[in-house]
């Protein structure tokens, strides 16, 4: 049998403010700091977590805290990250949630089949919530500030922009056995929307590729994202893809052991990053599910260098 991705495991970004991206994503978006940790590759700047109150794979979105300018938006990039939340009447909550706390935000629209509010973070960050009508388990978090009906339930339907939608659809079909379940047209039709769903589907496992042939090539920065992760459940079958991957020749990092779970790493033909990742061993591996995010973690493989890592970040405010 053919391996199947389970849908989204987590999308890294990058933020150039990581007390003020803390905020944003906690005090207003209501999720939890899960784990407060360094780059592993780059261990001067923060690796910050937020996710359900489980922690569970599929709801975490990650930033990168690193010194850079502002993303320059276009092609070859992930374009827009979708939060679910559990019905109309949320995205109808959070809209007047976002114009009191004055974000930018557009109207209730429909967007790639489902019924969505788009929305930007302080540095431009291109969110949108999405009303998944309630599929799945949610796990709210006690402390957020989000009514347990309204929270963030985890990651939707992730957009990528690419010139050409045909190298893209041949790596997501051929080789990671996502199918294409159905197309959209964007405005003035010269465009169109390719829905790609892993799994179960359904919008935790979708991945949407925009066809934008008349836009730039994206400049990566602060508001932009540095990659999407899918899930896989298990090391052993972590073990299947890295051999699928190596059968179709494409190019890969080779399996990246980050701790709280093992990654694989390699480029669609756009130049957008993709990722594999195993749903465990999770964030709870070195510190209690009840007091996750609260300290600096570090693996054990970084564990020794503490203090002069501590040393070189900037308090969280």
């Not at 990053?273 to 999770?282: H, V």
Request: aromatic share 8%.
């Amino acid at each position: 049998m053919a391996e199947q991705l389970g849908g989204i495991h987590h999308l890294t970004a990058i933020t150039a403010d990581a007390s003020g991206n803390m905020n944003f994503y906690t005090k207003v978006l209501g999720l939890r700091l899960v784990k407060k940790t360094v780059n592993q590759d780059d261990t001067s700047a923060y690796h910050l977590f937020y996710a359900d109150g489980k922690a569970s794979p599929g709801s975490d979105i990650t930033f990168f805290d690193w010194p850079v300018g502002r993303e320059s938006r276009g092609n070859h990039s992930i374009a827009r990250t979708a939060l679910r939340v559990g019905s109309a009447a949320s995205l109808a909550w959070w809209r007047e949630r976002s114009l009191a706390a004055k974000i930018k935000t557009a109207e209730i629209a429909e967007s790639g089949g489902f019924s969505s509010l788009d929305f930007e973070d302080p540095e431009g960050q291109r969110l949108r919530l999405v009303d998944d009508k309630g599929l799945g388990e949610s796990h709210p978090w006690s402390e957020s500030s989000v009514p347990a009906a309204h929270q963030i339930r985890g990651l939707g339907p992730i957009t990528l922009s690419v010139p050409d939608v045909k190298p893209t659809a041949a790596v997501l079909t051929q080789i990671l056995n996502m199918q294409e379940v159905r197309s959209h047209p964007l405005s003035g039709g010269k465009t169109s929307l390719h829905v790609f769903s892993m799994g179960q589907g359904g919008a935790p496992a979708e991945l949407h590729v925009a066809v934008e042939p008349d836009l730039p090539i994206a400049g990566q920065g602060a508001g932009g994202v540095h990659h999407v992760a899918f899930r896989t459940p298990t090391i052993e079958t972590l073990h299947q893809w890295t051999a699928r991957l190596q059968s179709f020749k494409l190019p890969t990092s080779g399996e990246v052991e980050r701790y709280y779970f093992r990654s694989l790493y390699f480029r669609e033909p756009n130049g957008i990053l993709f990722e594999i990742a195993t749903d465990g061993p999770g964030f709870a591996v070195d510190e209690p599910l009840e007091s996750l995010g609260e300290r600096l973690s570090l693996p054990p493989f970084l564990e020794a260098r503490r203090a002069s890592i501590e040393a070189g970040l900037k308090p969280l405010q």
